[in-house]
Each structure stands twice: as C-alpha cells, then as structure tokens.
C-alpha cells in the first residue's frame, strides 16, 4: 500500500518547477510510481501502475507533437483542453508548459455561454479537440469562434515507441518564472459568471513548501501524512483540489494517485473501459481492489456508501483515512470536522459580523512568501479574503470547523456549486413574485423558496407554479411555496438571506427530506443487484389498468422531465425548457394522477431527437451519461419512477441507482420498465 523511495525534502523545496520535477524524477528514479489507473472495466483485475520514466516520456513525445501544430514563431498560446474525464488531462497539463505554451481547463458542468465568457477573458483562441470528446464540445466548437482547431491523436499513440522519444527540456527557471502563468483554471464568480484565474509556477510550489512547515509535536501535517500513500481520487481530473494532489503533492511529496475509470477509451493503455460515472457502486469495487491508503471525495460519495451496508463495511475495512472537499459533509455520518492550520501561514480569522462566523483571511507577509502562493497569483493584493466562514472550537481555540461562505455560494454533498444570487434575482422579476430565496447547503439539490405578492388560496397553489415555473427555467437551464412568514429584509430593502434560510430551516429540512433525504443508513426494500430484469419490479395482482400505450409515454415523460433542464444548459434549450414546462399528469381523482394526452406527445417528442440551438444530442439509443448525465438526476429520475411504481403497483420493490448506470440508454430504461411489469 505504501512504497519507500527517497522522499527526503531536497534542499530547493519551495523553489520547484512542476514540470522540471517531473523530469528530474524520471531520470533520478524512473521506476517511482507516479500514477495508477484501472486495467479494465473489470475493477477486480487491479490497477495499472504507471511510473515516472513511462510517464516523462509521453509528455515529452506529447509536447513534441504539439509544437509541430502551431508556427514556429507562435507566441505563447492559451490552449483550451476539453475531453474524457482521464489520464489525458494530466498528460496535456504537463506537456503543454514544456511544449511553451499555456493550458486553459474549463469545467464539464458550465454552459455554453459560460465556456463562451471565459474563454473571452482568457483570451483563449485555440482548442484540443480529442476523437471521443463528450458531445458538449460538438456545441462549442460550433458555437465560439475558434482561431485554431487541433485533432488529437489518440492516447494510445503517445504511449508508443517511447524508447524513440525525443526528450523536450523545460527550460524556464525559478526566479524569472516563478510568477509566471502555469495554467488557466477558473471560479464560480461573484456575479454568477465563471472568471479564468492565471495559476503561476510559484502558486503550485506552495505546496511543496508545505513540507517546510514545522509540525511543533502535534499532527502531522497533510503533505507529510500522505508521503508514499496510495490517494483515490474522487473528483474531476481539473478540479483544482484534484490537482493540486495529482500533479501536486504526487510530484513534490510521493504521493500515488489514483484514478477513476476513464469516460471511455479504447487504447493499449487502458484497454476496454465503458463509461462508468463514479457512484457507491464502483466506489465499493475500488475500495476492494484499489490498494488504497485512503480517498479523496465530495461528500455526496461518501454518504452514499454510508447509507449501504456492505459499501460501509468494505469503506471501513479497506482505507485508513477519508477525506472531502466542496461541500459540507453532514453531521450524520461523523463527528465534526475541526481544522488546525498552522500559523506559518499567516492567516487570521476575522469576525464576519452577519453570520457570525469568521472569515479566513490571508495577510500578505515577505518572510512567509514561499508559503503564500496566492499572492503569486494575484500579486496586486496585500490580503486575501477566501470567503470561507469557520466557527470556533469550543475549547481548543486553534481547531476551526467549516460552517459557510460570505458570498452566499452554496455548496451541496455532490461538491457542486450554486452561485443563487443571480438565479434569486432573475426569479423574482416574474410579476407574481416578490422575493426568492434558494437553499441547499450540506444537501443533495437545491430548494426553491417564494414569497408571493399576493399569497394564492386554497386551489390556486398549481396555477400560481405554472405561472412562476417559466422564470425559474429562465433563471437556471441547469438547476432546479409556503405562506405566512414574511421573508425578512434589510432598511434599504433587500433580501437577508441568512435570515430567510434561518426563520424557514424546518421548511427547507422538511423540503429535502420529502424530495431526496440525505441519509438513510438503513436502506430497505431495494431490488438485489444481481436480480434478473423481470425480477425487478414483481407486477402486483392487478395489472395497471390504463392503455398499455400510455406507459411508455409517461416514462418517456419522466424521463424527458428529468434531463431537459440538463440538456437546455447544454445547448440553450428552448425545446427542453418547453418540454419541461409540459404537465406530465391532471392531478384529478383524489390527488391520484390521471395520463393525459400530454404524456403521450411528449413521449413522441423523445422518440426523435431533441432539437436544441445546435446539433441533435439525444436520441433513444444515445448513452445519457455521455451527454452529461450525472449522479445527482440518475438518483432523481430514479426516485420519480420509483413514486410511480409505488403509486400503480402498490408492494412492489423499489428500482436501485445502479440499473440506471448499466441500462443507460432512454431505450433500455423503457424496455426495462416495460418487460418487468409486463
């Protein structure tokens, strides 16, 4: 689990070039493990270790390749990588700095308009562009004006006839360099507009001088702690938090990566991997086979495998240590989350006096340079706001526990984001509404709360969502009503959020819990696994009784409910949004639905492709997870067929996660539907 190489902290710590690390590992100690990915789908034949020898020399063919693209007098471009979720953005982010050129990473998750902005900002004009790249880029190489569009070779090539590598040097220095830009990543943004930010060489370095840091007798510090241990990683290859332990503490400390399962690929390296998101499913598998010291997570994951039994077990008998990032884990699961940082970092925490809490803030101090990397980044500021709000240890008066952020970013257990400012703003300029306030710290999905002007009445409640829903559609292509209490406000009239979410809490924790609870360590009545597809869903004594036309209409339905949202962020979605603005049932007999012709023509809407502002996306047989389904609408779309199934066949039981995940097509998810109730 744990290997023993020279990991002695040398005597430039502090003052490395990534890139030139690398190289200076893979000729002083080629066979040091650098990264380990899975051999196959099958996550029960091991992992494939990759050494540093192996990997230095794909960068350098990676990079000699790359410099071929452009003109020799090219100046030093920004380059947008966007592909599968694998080794590839490791590979790039190496090779593109010793090819003299600059790396841009822009989120999976953003839109299209978002991808358009900060590529703008950026001033990013040239794009890689992989053969099996997820179907989102098809819409942005179509829809942004690219000076540059370069194919990439598969992967399988720059693992090829290494021997035959020309090695490419990396040339630049510490102290001309240091403040140079290493790569492009980008933040939420205030203003709900994701802003690049230009990472320098010396704010990656950073975290090698952590290891400089004395640890005065107490805990070991992080980087030390997880010297020479094998780390799962659980997030985006270009999460900054991923990255910071991938390229990171892996090349500075010894740490050994760990990876997921590629989005797809079909190379010698990685020979046969399907799609597979990571779930508590797979995280079981990696747990068992892995070899891990320990894993780096959202929280969402780690709940997961906490509400399943024998995922709990095999978590509990397979890692040491658990960490998370992103989002708020919940109190459930452990005990709190208390930090130490040291002092030589030369933070305070300052009082924020809305909340109540303190805010972490770094003061820029010269003697502590080479362990305030941020200012590297942002050298025009003399102290750094994260943003973050902690509360104190009771008694230890140096631990800190994570409780918000002041920029009302909420951040769920999938360690998404949600900037609600804008999306509040937007929703409250619809007529019938006065104010908005949306909530979902520490929680699967985002809640929607309303304040009317004129508070509807018994059987207005429906009328009144109609006319709000196409705001709420406006305010967030992505995303997703109480009366009596009025929500409170400041004098000059706006909003106080932190009131709202305060005087509302039970609402909101009732809310989640109706929708998606959290956690539910006990998990009963689920279908088995391993459970043939007629043995899913054993039909009751009485057969459904309407047409049997209707029911693939109304799945077709549920599902096209579920993903429009999705898809509109994806290409700008009016076709989805007016899908979604559709009622699915009349809500006539008793409170129980009633199929209406609006399920059948929206069922007839999926049997085509869905039409958006670009090309088609979605067909029957397209796999959803490759246009962008995730964890958080597979547990939604199976928790709508599972309301539906309860409500038709009463006693049956209850469809898991996973069947989504292995019948991923809209075709194999009514087939399947359709054979098991007969």
């Not at 192996?54 to 990676?62: I, L």
Request: aromatic letters at 8%; one cysteine or more; hydrophobic letters at 40%.
């Amino acid at each position: 689990m744990e290997f023993t190489p020279d990991l002695s902290v040398p005597a430039n710590c502090g003052k490395r070039l990534l890139p030139a690390v690398l190289d200076e590992i893979a000729a002083n100690d080629p066979t040091r493990i650098f990264i380990s990915v899975p051999k196959s789908s099958h996550l029960s034949q091991g992992f494939k270790d990759i050494d540093y020898g192996t990997f230095s020399k794909a960068v350098d063919k990676y990079a000699g390749w790359l410099r071929t693209q452009f003109d020799e007098h090219a100046g030093q471009e920004t380059i947008l990588y966007f592909g599968p979720l694998d080794i590839r953005y490791l590979l790039v982010i190496l090779d593109t700095p010793k090819a003299g050129y600059i790396l841009f990473f822009s989120s999976n998750r953003n839109s299209i308009e978002a991808h358009q902005s900060i590529a703008e900002m950026a001033r990013c004009e040239t794009i890689l562009v992989p053969d099996d790249a997820p179907i989102i880029l098809d819409q942005i190489l179509k829809t942004l004006p690219w000076k540059t569009q370069i194919p990439i070779l598969p992967l399988s090539y720059f693992f090829e006839d290494l021997d035959k590598a020309k090695h490419i040097p990396f040339t630049l220095t510490w102290e001309e360099d240091k403040d140079n830009p290493f790569c492009v990543l980008h933040i939420s943004g205030s203003t709900g507009v994701p802003k690049p930010v230009f990472v320098t060489y010396g704010t990656f370095a950073c975290n090698d001088a952590h290891q400089l840091i004395p640890s005065l007798g107490g805990k070991p510090k992080l980087v030390n702690f997880l010297k020479g241990k094998r780390y799962f990683l659980a997030l985006p290859p270009f999460h900054a938090a991923c990255l910071t332990f991938s390229i990171g503490y892996n090349n500075f400390a010894g740490v050994i990566s760990v990876i997921p399962l590629p989005s797809r690929d079909s190379t010698c390296l990685l020979p046969s991997l399907l799609p597979r998101p990571l779930t508590a499913d797979l995280m079981n598998e990696i747990y068992k086979h892995g070899n891990l010291g320990g894993v780096l997570s959202a929280p969402s994951l780690i709940v997961d495998c906490f509400n399943n039994t024998e995922y709990y077990k095999t978590m509990l008998s397979n890692i040491k240590f658990i960490s998370y990032v992103g989002g708020a884990l919940p109190a459930e699961i452990g005990n709190e989350s208390y930090l130490a940082i040291s002092e030589s970092l030369g933070h305070t925490f300052v009082q924020h006096e809305e909340s109540g809490y303190h805010e972490l803030v770094i003061k820029r101090d010269p003697e502590r340079a080479f362990l305030q990397g941020v200012f590297s980044t942002f050298p025009d500021k003399q102290t750094f706001n994260s943003g973050d709000l902690s509360e104190q240890h009771p008694t230890n008066l140096h631990s800190w526990a994570f409780r918000a952020r002041t920029d009302d970013i909420i951040a769920f257990t999938t360690a998404d984001k949600l900037n609600p400012i804008t999306m509040e703003s937007t929703i409250s300029t619809n007529p019938r509404v006065k104010s908005a306030v949306i909530g979902g710290q520490g929680k699967f999905q985002a809640s929607l709360l309303i304040e009317p002007h004129i508070y509807p009445q018994n059987g207005e409640e429906e009328q009144f969502i109609k006319d709000v829903w196409p705001t709420v559609l406006e305010a967030s292509r992505a995303c997703p009503a109480h009366a009596g209490k009025p929500i409170p406000r400041a004098r000059k009239g706006t909003v106080q959020r932190q009131g709202a979410l305060h005087l509302y809490k039970s609402e909101f924790e009732e809310l989640c819990e109706r929708v998606q609870p959290t956690i539910k360590k006990e998990v009963t009545n689920t279908v088995a696994a391993k459970a043939t597809i007629p043995e899913l869903i054993t039909p009751a004594a009485q057969k459904i009784d309407t047409p049997a036309k209707v029911l693939p209409g109304l799945l077709d339905a549920v599902i096209q409910t579920a993903f429009a949202q999705m898809l509109s962020g994806l290409g700008g979605g009016e076709a989805a949004s007016q899908a979604t603005s559709k009622p699915l049932t009349n809500s006539t007999d008793n409170g129980n639905p009633v199929i209406n012709d609006t399920s059948i023509d929206l069922a007839i809407g999926v049997t085509s492709p869905l039409k958006l502002s670009g090309p088609s996306l979605y067909f029957d047989d397209s796999n959803l997870f490759d246009v962008g389904l995730d964890s958080l609408q597979v547990k939604s779309l199976v928790h709508v067929l599972n309301q539906y199934l309860t409500r038709t066949h009463p006693g049956v039981g209850e469809l898991e996660a996973k069947l989504v995940y292995e019948k991923s097509t809209v075709r194999e998810i009514l087939e399947m539907i359709q054979v098991a109730m007969g």
